[in-house]
C-alpha cells in the first residue's frame, strides 16, 4: 500500500504514469495540467448497487420484462471512447435528451482475478479515482443501452 501522501498521475503530455506527492498534484492540476484517464483496461459501471436506487423504481421492478428486483447489481461497460481525464472538456449532445450525471467511486483492479474469496478481494485493488459517470436518461436498468450509457466518463 502506499503512503497517504502518495498518488498516481499521468499527465497528456508523458507516456506514462508517475507516482507524486500530493502537493505536486496539486501543483499540477492547478497550472492546467490535463491527465490522461488513470485506467487501460476495460471499464464496469454498476446500475441498482445501493438501496436508494432500488427503491427510486418502485413497484416497477416487479412489472414485466423484469418481474422482480435485481439480485446483485447490474453491469454495463463503458468503451474507452469515452473516457475524459481530469479538467477534459466533454462534449454534450443538443438533442433534447439532456444528460445525467452521476458521481461514483472508481475502483482500479490492479490484476486478472477469478474467484476471488472475500479476505483476499483488496489484494487486486491497485487504486481509486472519483468519476463522473455521464449518460442519456433511459428507463431500462435491466440491459441498458451502451448507446445510452456510453456518454462519456470523467475521471479526477
Same mark, same amino acid.
Given at each position: ?26 501543483? =499540477? ?17 454498476? =446500475? ?9 423504481? +418502485? ?17 454495463? *461497460? ?8 481530469? #479538467? ?7 438533442? +433534447?435528451? +439532456?444528460?445525467?450525471?452521476? +458521481?461514483?467511486? #472508481? ?28 449518460? *442519456? ?20
Amino acid at each position: 500500500m502506499f503512503p497517504l501522501d502518495d498518488h498516481g498521475i499521468h499527465l497528456e503530455a508523458e507516456q506514462i504514469a508517475r507516482d507524486v506527492a500530493a502537493r505536486e498534484v496539486i501543483a =499540477l492540476l492547478a497550472d492546467g495540467a490535463a491527465c490522461r484517464p488513470p485506467v487501460s483496461g476495460t471499464v464496469y459501471g454498476t =446500475l441498482l448497487n445501493d438501496r436508494a436506487a432500488l427503491d427510486a423504481l +418502485g413497484d416497477a421492478v416487479n412489472a414485466a420484462p423484469y418481474r422482480s428486483p435485481p439480485k446483485a447489481p447490474v453491469l454495463y *461497460i463503458k468503451p474507452r471512447n469515452t473516457w475524459a481525464g481530469y #479538467g477534459a472538456k466533454i462534449a454534450v449532445p443538443d438533442d +433534447g435528451l +439532456g444528460v445525467q450525471t452521476g +458521481g461514483s467511486l #472508481g475502483i482500479v483492479i490492479g490484476r486478472t482475478a477469478c474467484r476471488v474469496n472475500v479476505e483476499h478481494a483488496l489484494d487486486y485493488v491497485a487504486g481509486y479515482t472519483i468519476v463522473a459517470d455521464l449518460c *442519456i436518461p433511459h428507463e431500462s436498468v435491466y440491459r441498458p443501452s451502451v448507446r445510452l450509457r456510453a456518454r462519456a466518463m470523467a475521471f479526477a
